[in-house]
């Protein structure tokens, strides 16, 4: 037991009491590891000590105890004197906390000593207790040393110096490691010559050789100067030849001339391509005269050319950064110029939208009015509109209703000299001898060529009427109209730009079999395809039908077929611009087509939606591929792979047969034949299946994967009308006992 122990424990046994037993067990703490134990009240006894820990023994009334662990521990003392007549049993709970420290270095500091040849290490501080053995890395072998240590190598080269450390704080040790360059000893002493390094088109670093320091007086030959040391770094504002002086004052070389200074030259050139400055958008502005508009891209630029396209089929006009155009109509119109300068050499192409306002004219007052005749409860409302025919831009429009004691309408109009498109439309059969009086009403004549007109079944018609204006003209009508695809997926409208004389009749065809016979088109397509839209134009005189092909791609729609995917992976040696076509095809054609392009790194996967069948895929390059390689690998469900291509470099195409849930296995002998039949293919307005078996179940599927017809015949022969389906491959699963085919049939007219 420690003296310090035996002291705090003297007070403690002065008085002595006959019969006295210990009534604690105390503790001191000594360190964090170390403790004390004494009982209190007894003088002298028997102990049987368990520290908690595992170690028991037997001693007196006092007692040291050091714990290897931090933990908690219940120590117990069995106490038996002479004083005592019972044996007694105390406890104690200690807890010991002893928080490690162990502190290691990270990394070995190096550098030069003063001598040629000397190296200096060192790591970290000095701690008491450090042992260190350093390798120099030169095959002298380790040394014993401390944190630091200075080592001289022979010999100019690159060492890898390392050191095992342990420290008290280190206990384990650890090796660390660095590498060094030792510069060969022969002094530099006389300048050789200039040499630079290009950081960027115009910035040079420049360095004086053969001399480890000296004083420079640097010309940089643009005007500049500078003193410094052997090194120097100079940006030029100007691309040009430049010539640099460097005077260079080294007393220390012995080959000096009389005045001290060596004088060197380097010639640097400086070439830098102008930064592309393309501007970015046009601005307009109204100009100060009516239908007058403004343009202007930036500011003048020296050897600006820019071509203008007004958007109102006035063509191309070559011009400057600013441009004026006066519009003969008012409108919206989308107006894009062609803009080159030396500081934008490969052009850029720019549009904007304007909107050209009417000029203001004085109008006229125009009494017009739609007056129905009721019998038996005629038409309850009709919709009117009166647009500008010169324009297209809408005067008004509404909604004329009528009851059997009120079967009038009519509202006062205020309108310019000019031609003027009257459409009415109704929705509402009307009977013979129903109908509606028109009156278009100026100074007390009214415009109307008909005043009284009557109807049977639906009404949709247009006039042309003149206000002070002549607006016959020869008999003419040329269907022309143009689609606005909408924010909502398959929404589609279509603006009417038809040109023709008198009154007309339209009728829209969508070719999804929906019509309409509006002056405008309106279609809500319910799944993605191309459909062919058309507008017939007939007046008095003529007809005309305009078609054109619209594309729906926006309506979300799951595939109900077979997901499979494509991967597409190329190995390229350096970046090369390449296309590459891929193709899924039956007998009757592509089902699926894409275009990959390659700028030299390429790897795209692709989504297919196809039904169960044997295809034939292929990818086809206009050229020899330049890449190493091309792979291309087909993969169904789970990964699962349904064939794979290869193009390699040189090539330019390759084909594979693959089987989506089917044995399409080339060469193996037929032991069954297809048992359904489908007639005509292609089809116009109706397809006819024909099995051996009896067939259960048909479904029908376009390319897109929306499903178009399902039924459950039960005979062996079954007929579906097609006359509302659009142009294109269609997909057929039909089921009979036992046995799933897949028929591929085209619509087409």
Known sequence: MTKSFLALCMGLFISFVSNACPTALNVVQQSCSNYGFYLSDTPVGNVIWNFGDGTNTTGGIEIVHNYTENGVYEVTATYSGPECPETLTLNVTVEVNCGTVNECPTEIWSGEGAECGVMNFEIGSFVEGENVTWFPGDGTGPQQ?????????????????????????????????????????????????????????DTYVLHVEGIDNADVAWNFGDGTTGNGGINADHTWLENGVYIVTAEINAPQCPIMPPIGIITMVYTVQVECVPAVECPTEIWSGAGTECGVMNFEIGSFVEGENVMWFPGDESGAV?????????????????????????????GVELCTTITVEACEQPCYAIGFGIDSYLLEGGTPWLTYMISNAESGMLVTSGVAEYTE??????????????????????????????????????????????????????????YLIGVNT???GPPSCEAAFEPIYTNTPGHIEFINNSEFSGIAEFVWEYGNGATSDGIGGNVYYESNGVYTVCLTVTT????????????????????????????????YFEPINELLQFAVSVPLGPVFQASIETDGILNDTLSLCIPDGCYE??????????????????????????????????????TAAIGVNMDCTIGVEETTTETINAFPNPASDNIQFVSEKTIQRIDIFDMTGKRVASLNPNQTQVQINTSEWINGLYVTQVMSIGKMESVIFEIAR
């Not at 001898?433 to 100074?443: A, K, T």
Request: charged share 10%; net charge negative.
């Open 405 to 462: 004691n009120d079967p009038y309408f009519d509202t006062p109009l205020c309108l310019p000299d000019g031609c003027y498109y009257l459409s009415i439309d109704n929705n509402n059969p009307l009977i013979i001898g129903q109908g509606v009086n028109i009156f278009f009403i100026l100074n007390s004549v009214n415009l109307m060529e008909n005043a009284t007109i009557i109807y049977q079944d639906e009404i949709a018609i247009t």
């Open 470 to 472: 002549d607006c016959a």
């Open 145 to 201: 040393g401390g944190h630091f240590f200075s080592h001289t190598y022979t010999s100019p080269g690159t060492y890898s110096v390392c050191a095992f450390y342990t420290t008290p704080l280190c206990p384990n040790g650890v090796e660390l490691c660095t590498s060094i360059i030792v510069e060969a000893c022969n002094e530099n002493l006389c300048p050789t010559g200039i040499t630079a390094d290009a950081i960027d088109c």
């Open 318 to 346: 070559q011009g400057g950064h600013f441009f004026s155009h006066t519009y003969a109509n008012p409108g919206t119109y989308n107006v894009c110029a062609f803009y080159t300068t030396p500081l934008c050499p490969n």
């Open 617 to 654: 895929v292929s990818i086809y390059s206009p050229l020899p591929v330049q890449a190493l390689s091309i792979a291309c690998t087909i993969e169904g469900l789970n990964v699962q792979q349904l064939g794979d291509l290869q193009l390699n470099i040189g090539e330019s195409s390759s």
């Open 540 to 571: 008095g005189n003529c007809t005309n039908t305009s078609c054109q092909v619209v594309m729906v791609n926006d309506m979300e729609t799951p595939c109900e077929f077979n997901e499979v995917t494509v991967v597409v992976d190329a190995n």
